[in-house]
T-cell receptor, first 113, second 112 residues
Framework: QKEVEQDPGPLSVPEGAIVSLNCTYS??????FMWYRQYSRKGPELLMY????GNKEDGRFTAQVDKSSKYISLFIRDSQPSDSATYLC?????????????FGQGTILTVHP | DVKVTQSSRYLVKRTGEKVFLECVQD?????MFWYRQDPGLGLRLIYF???????EKGDIPEGYSVSREKKERFSLILESASTNQTSMYLC???????????FGEGSRLTVL
């Protein structure tokens, strides 16, 4: 089993839809969770970063961590065509492994006008 | 803005050739990383470096080596390229103690 599992999609939604992207992880030692966004032919860029369980909101984006079920989610409200990208979840185990990120496979999202 | 620059965006090499992928960052970050990205597999860590002249193996180091002689530069070396090393290679840097990785735009390597 991969340490971080992510449905690769692809996911296609109409503009204005609420998008839900999800990942599961297998190692309960994981401490930090991140979402990166990657546009075509570009490197990933950090979108959201969270440590504890619960929600973190930034504009139209909400990251949710449920450590009891080992589930992390990213919600995009009022999705826009400019949100079309690959979304990567990642975890940082922290401790002596701090800084070594493990990524999910990435979900390809297309928002059509 | 942090800038991570990968010198070559696209390379085509032949099996057995030695390949150098160069990465330079301009924000005095201590930590630097090399990942490869393949469809269906996501990003996998090849090597990373916590500081100058320091290096540690990631999850898939076989067939690769690295060099970090200066803080701003981290090189990935394929001693003898093979077709299964055809991939997108991503370099990243990070200030020590923080979580955010800053990525370059990637180097797409094709080995024939």
């Amino acid at each position: 089993q991969k340490e971080v599992e992510q449905d690769p999609g692809p996911l296609s939604v109409p503009e204005g839809a609420i998008v839900s992207l999800n990942c599961t992880y297998s190692n309960s030692a994981f401490q930090y969770f991140m979402w990166y966004r990657q546009y075509s032919r570009k490197g990933p860029e950090l979108l959201m970063y969270t440590y504890s369980s619960g929600n973190k909101e930034d504009g139209r984006f909400t990251a949710q961590v449920d450590k009891s079920s080992k589930y992390i989610s990213l919600f995009i409200r009022d999705s826009q065509p400019s949100d079309s990208a690959t979304y990567l979840c990642a975890r940082d185990a922290g401790g002596t492994s701090y800084g070594k990120l493990t990524f999910g496979q990435g979900t390809i999202l297309t928002v059509h006008p | 803005d942090v800038k991570v620059t990968q010198s070559s965006r696209y390379l085509v090499k032949r099996t057995g050739e030695k390949v150098f992928l160069e990465c330079v960052q301009d924000m005095d970050h201590e930590n630097m990383f090399w990942y490869r990205q393949d469809p269906g597999l996501g990003l996998r860590l090849i090597y990373f470096s916590y500081d100058v002249k320091m290096k540690e193996k990631g999850d898939i180091p076989e067939g690769y080596s690295v060099s970090r002689e200066k803080k701003e530069r981290f090189s990935l070396i394929l001693e003898s390229a093979s077709t299964n090393q055809t991939s997108m290679y991503l370099c990243a840097s990070r200030r020590h103690g923080t979580g955010e990785l800053f990525f370059g735009e990637g180097s797409r390597l094709t080995v024939l």
